[in-house]
Every structure is written in structure tokens, then in C-alpha cells.
């Protein structure tokens, strides 16, 4: 994010300070010179006060080769000093370090009451993650009524996310799939034993939490159904984190923006049957990160 300010408003227009903050890293122009400071983001690594400031002379040195912070104290003081004058104006502070898993975990305020049924319908527009089940830290169950009329019949019943995180429930070479795709490191799949024909059926697939993870995850058993017949099994870990910050809602036939998985490609519109509807039941709490949220109540102090 940048930001520029005109330090002679009575006078022709020029700007005399630009200044920016991106994720932690900052930076600030002035007069010709520029001081930034490196941040390693949303990872709980970084730390404000020690962030290393550099100083260049851009006016002279515009490739900003020669970094004269150690040789120059004074002006990177001065440009330091400017930095955080203009992010007090601009109500830049007190500046947030919070990891991504953290910012992720916290739940928005939403009109919408929390349940443990929620049932969506094919034709629909993607439902925004704010107010789709949370199915994070919980045993979950998806449940699609589905018609099958062509023996080829293939595409997207059911998926939340993207391929930075997400889940989907699928048919592909007549065979039914889920996919958990664990913060876009590793597509965790289950596939059918049997083969899907025309018919009627319950295809679907429960999750069951047995411990947490050192980072939060959740480590369980993933059982894949095809009517009352379990036809996979296997170990899956959940993740902490919302799915996406923004976009690739909850889908049912289709999957919007980018695919959960790497074994379709989006929208993977849902061909040759019919869903009537998809079921996804919770149980326990959501995942919740009791430290970090007492930490983003204390920096709003």
C-alpha cells in the first residue's frame, strides 16, 4: 500500500514525501532519499524493532547500489522518524505481526447464526466463506443426493476453497472422489473402490478428529461412502486457517475461481445426472486460537 502526500499545498503541486507499508515491509521517499525496512510477513518471524533499515541516496544513486545507512545515521533517523509521523496521521499503528494462520482463524462478525446442518443447492452463486459452515478443528459430514443418468457422468458436487486450501467432492472416470487439499502442500485423496453406474445414491464422506497438530491442524480418519458402503478410507489433518481470504466461496456442480484439486479443471461443471441437494453436518466447536484472538483485543487498546 502506498501512500504520497503534497508538502506544499498553497504552492504548484509536488509531491515531497511518499511513504508504504506492504505486509510489514516499509518504506519512505523524501527529498531524494529513500529509507525501507525488510519484513518477513504473516509468518511469526518477523519482529518490528529489529528489522534492518537501509538508506540510499536515490537521487544520486537511482539503482540504489550503495546503501549509506551505517555511514549516514542521522538522515535514516530522520527518514525513520518521518515514517512513523506519517503512519500515525494516517492510522497505519500499532502495527499487526500476527501470522497468517492467526489473522485466518478469526471469525467476522455475521448476521447468519451458527448450525450444525447446513444444506445447499446446485445453481446457485458461490456462498462467501463469512457465513458457508466451519468445518475447521470439527468432525464434518458431506452428504449429496445425486441421479445419475449417463454411465459417464462426471464433475463437481460439492467444494469450498481453492488450490491454497479447500475441499471437494467429485466424480471423475466414473469413480467418486474426495479431495482435501491441506493449504495447497498436499492434496489428500480418497477414491472409490467400485464404480459408479446410472442410479440413484448417497455419495459422501465423514471426517473424524482424533488429536490436534503442532500448528493447529487437525489429525483424523476420513471415511468416503457411496450409499451406506464405505468404498475408502484413510488418515487425513484438517487445516486451522480459512480456506481463502477472499472469492472461491462454497459450490454445489460447479467449482468456482481455482480448482480445489489438480485432477479437474474449474468450473468442472457437474454433467450427465442430477444433484438435488448436499448436507454438511458439524459437530463440536470450530477451531479457535484463544491467544491469538486475546492478542488482536490487545492491540486495539
Known amino acids: 500500500m502506498k501512500y504520497s502526500f503534497d508538502a506544499a499545498p498553497d504552492g504548484p503541486t509536488q509531491k515531497k514525501v511518499q511513504y508504504y507499508a506492504m ?11 529513500k529509507a525501507a525496512a525488510i519484513h518477513a510477513p504473516l509468518t511469526n518471524k518477523g519482529n518490528f524493532d529489529k528489522d534492518e533499515w537501509e538508506l540510499y541516496n536515490v537521487a544520486e544513486d537511482r539503482s540504489e547500489s550503495k546503501n549509506l545507512a551505517k555511514e549516514n545515521p542521522a538522515k535514516l533517523k530522520e527518514l525513520i522518524d518521518a515514517w512513523f509521523e506519517e503512519a500515525e496521521k494516517n492510522k497505519v499503528l500499532p502495527l499487526d505481526d500476527r501470522g497468517a494462520a492467526q489473522i485466518l482463524t478469526i471469525e467476522r462478525p455475521a448476521d447468519e ?29 458431506i452428504l449429496a443426493n445425486v441421479e445419475i443418468t449417463s454411465p459417464d457422468a462426471s464433475g463437481v458436487i460439492f467444494a469450498h476453497g481453492s488450490r491454497f486450501g479447500g475441499h471437494a467432492l467429485f466424480i471423475k472416470d466414473r469413480k467418486l472422489y474426495y479431495v482435501y487439499n491441506f493449504l495447497g502442500i498436499t492434496e489428500q485423496q480418497l477414491v472409490s473402490n467400485t464404480t459408479l453406474s446410472p442410479g440413484k445414491y448417497t455419495l459422501g464422506m465423514e471426517f473424524i478428529k482424533e488429536s490436534a497438530g503442532q500448528y493447529g491442524e487437525t489429525n483424523g480418519k476420513a471415511k468416503l461412502y457411496i450409499d451406506d458402503k464405505v468404498v475408502a478410507e484413510g488418515p487425513m489433518k484438517t487445516q486451522p486457517a480459512k480456506f481463502t481470504l477472499s472469492g472461491d466461496g462454497l459450490c454445489v456442480g460447479f467449482d468456482s475461481g ?3 484439486s489438480g485432477l479437474y479443471k474449474t468450473p468442472g461443471t457437474f454433467k450427465g445426472g442430477t444433484i438435488q441437494l448436499v448436507g454438511v453436518t458439524v459437530e463440536g466447536k470450530p477451531y479457535e486460537n484463544l491467544e491469538a484472538e486475546a492478542r488482536r483485543a490487545l492491540m486495539g487498546q
Not at 23 to 33: E, P, Q, S, V, Y
Not at 119 to 135: D, F, K
Open 23 to 33: 505486509l510489514g515491509t516499509r518504506g519512505i521517499w523524501k527529498d531524494g532519499w
Open 113 to 141: 447464526p451458527a448450525r450444525d446442518r447446513y444444506l445447499y443447492y446446485p445453481n446457485t452463486s458461490p456462498v462467501p466463506e463469512g457465513v458457508a459452515v466451519n468445518v475447521r478443528g470439527r468432525n464434518y459430514k
Open 258 to 260: 481455482d480448482a480445489v
